[in-house]
């Protein structure tokens, strides 16, 4: 310490001695590494010039290191003002391609310093940013250094704390910057809103390869914006969405942009809330892709039925080239093994990845049947009425039978009823234990039946026509999703020619979410006027291959009005 203190003073940095220093933490320097300060190596002087005007240990790591290619000041506690002293070392450095700065708690201030030092930078290519507390401030200053900074091509932002806001300015600056091939923005607090925003920078973006989006909250309308990005996205290969909650609808949305998408090479979507539902749908779209070579659906609520049908659907055609899929958490049965041997014979390549061999196809247990649809179904084969079968037991006219008459009847008769569903019946018809049965509590306990039928039938009805206006709400809003994303031509000629001017919007899903269902409520004779105007739209839509080509699945709606931008949420 004492001849470090020499060396600032031989520098005339440090005339009063380091009492103004921060505690020392890392000096750690050898006396032969101190004696190589010289005028002669700017860099490691105004490093250390620096240093002693922020009041902060100068680091030995950068100082041993500080011209290789690749440096890791991980953990090293830099703080805003470490932060600002690197940033002026850096200016001056050309020899660091490999930059990694995690969990140096930075901050937006000293990510402010960065900025201004990586500036002038024209060799750094990576840039490691991950837990620094940067929240939405710093999201800002990140983005303009992508703007500015010419030789970034891959960046990692985890566990920053970036918020919806900060997607849209990762959207606004990735929608100008194609030189960026790898982001990686895990472990950040997106929702819904951010998820709409990096669907259209998706859709705008053509150099982006490798997307981390995992352990964030994109689900509902962000993952259907999402995927809908993916559809028109032609350049990502590697996107990672796990710990998101995409749920079934999601699902759905990430299958119809499969559908289309012929540049994604790898997909994580494990642990997504996806059951075998949503596989079902997923899988819909997921049999038409022939890019996809890896897929994880690994923690997600599955059964080997859901097993079975992604192995039928990866195998149906040999167009699909998935060479690893990963259900790692599935119990798989003789039949799936079954199907996986016969699959690896076309398929030698193709690498399951299951939790092992207990599986088994869930089935319900099989309900009692209520007595008396029993006798009405036995009733309605001999084509008799209720009075002539207790009339039958009712010797003496009066309209009531004993019990025991009763079930010597029911036995009789033929009826596939045992003893214990006789027991249930009786109990029912001798409600207050008279010993006899009236044949007004039969016909009683037989309305009741048809109308607890009739219940069951509209309650199971009910649930099955939520689900699919669940997932035509989703598919009509991946749909919207993807006209409002994808350019028209006269807009994509303009691009083309001027590819610097990039055009964002920012406005939110919400303009084009209920599209349809709008378009359905309002049918009123403005809007056949501007059927033409839809008509030009929707065949350019329809018209456009591998980028607008509608899919198998896509609701055929009626072309009312045009499909408003996103841009345009007054729609």
Partial sequence: MAKLCEELQSLSLCPGGVQSWAEPYDTDLEPEELDQSSPEDPQRNVYLQACQKAGVVPISYYLRHMNDKCLKLNHHGLGPRGAGALAKSLMLNSSITHLSLEDNAIGAEGLAKLVKGLRGSCNIQELNLSNNNLSEVGSELVCKMILENVSLLRIQLAHNGFNDQSARHFAEALSANFRVTALDLSHNEFC????????QMLAANEGLQELNLSWNHIRMKGAIALSAGLRVNGMLKVLNLSYNGFGNEGALALGESLRVNSSLLHLDISCNRISNEGVQLFC?????????????LARNPLTVESAIVLLNSITRKPENRIEDLDISNVLVNPQFLSLLELASISRPGLRVLFAGKQGFITQKRPTRPDPMKVIQDFLDERKLRLLDFFKNMDKDGSMSVPVSDFCRFIVLSGLPLDSAEIDCLVQRLDKHQT???????????????????RKQQQRRARKERLEKQRSQRALKSFHNA????????????????????????????????????????????????????????DCFYSSQGSLGSPCVSEPQTPKRSSSPCLSDPGN
Avoid at 441 to 453: C, I, T
Avoid at 504 to 528: C, K, V
């Fill in 192 to 199: 819904e809103k951010g998820g709409e925003s990096l669907g």
């Fill in 284 to 296: 819909k779209g997921l049999e038409y892709n022939e890019s996809l070579r890896v897929l994880q």
């Fill in 435 to 453: 010993g006899t049965i009236d044949y007004r509590n039969l016909v009683d306990s037989r309305k009741k039946m048809v109308k607890d039928q």
């Fill in 482 to 537: 993807v006209r409002a994303l994808t350019p028209p031509p006269a807009s994509r000629e303009a691009a083309g020619s001027n590819r610097s001017s990039a055009h964002f919007s920012g406005s939110l899903l919400g303009s084009w979410y209920q599209e349809l269902e709008n378009r359905d409520e309002a049918s009123s004779p403005q809007m056949q006027n501007g059927a033409s105007e839809t008509l030009e739209a």
